[in-house]
């Protein structure tokens, strides 16, 4: 790995692509991937989503309770984290959110997936590729349940918007 510089504090942004763990013995810290760097935050990746959901006004029990009940009591539930302009920003786990190996990729960044002997490649949009430990069928399944949701959040935002046009703003 090249050698990264380091950010002590970090909310998650459209600017990020995945949260990588990184063990070193009883210490964690997490390589932060984003559209044109990477750095690495002295916390755990678990640490850093759940900050961010706290960021954005959510606790990432709702959020994650929010995708199962569109997406089913699904074991690793990919979460909304935030939108920005009918954009939802959701999150894909490659294991149980928990877990300390778990890692977290962005559905806006995935260009393509790919097996190998290791699990499988990740193409991402700004041209890196990472390696996760999980194969490519697990993420081809946590991608297709991350565009379930996108879907849901895109029908919701419809819906709001066709509601509003039958209920002009009038001012107080």
Request: a positive charge; aromatic letters at 10%; one cysteine or more.
């Amino acid at each position: 790995m090249e050698r990264s510089r380091r950010k002590s504090n970090y909310h998650i942004s459209f600017e990020t692509f995945a949260l990588q763990p990184i063990l070193d013995g009883a210490t964690q810290s997490t390589l932060v991937i984003e559209r044109s760097e990477q750095f690495i935050v002295p916390k755990s990746s678990e640490q850093i989503v759940k900050k961010s959901c706290d960021y954005y006004g959510e606790t990432f029990q709702n959020i994650t309770n929010a995708s199962r009940h569109i997406l089913g009591n699904r074991h690793k539930t990919p979460i909304i984290i935030a939108h920005d302009f009918k954009t939802p920003f959701i999150l894909l786990p490659t294991m149980s959110p928990a877990s300390s190996h778990n890692e977290w990729i962005a559905l806006h960044a995935i260009e393509n997936i790919k097996p190998n002997k290791m699990g499988c490649l990740i193409y991402l949009e700004n041209n890196k590729q990472i390696q996760v430990g999980v194969s490519a069928t697990t993420i081809h399944r946590q991608y297709a349940y991350a565009c379930f949701l996108h879907k849901d959040f895109i029908k919701k935002q419809e819906s709001i918007n066709r509601k509003s046009l039958h209920f002009p703003y009038r001012g107080l």
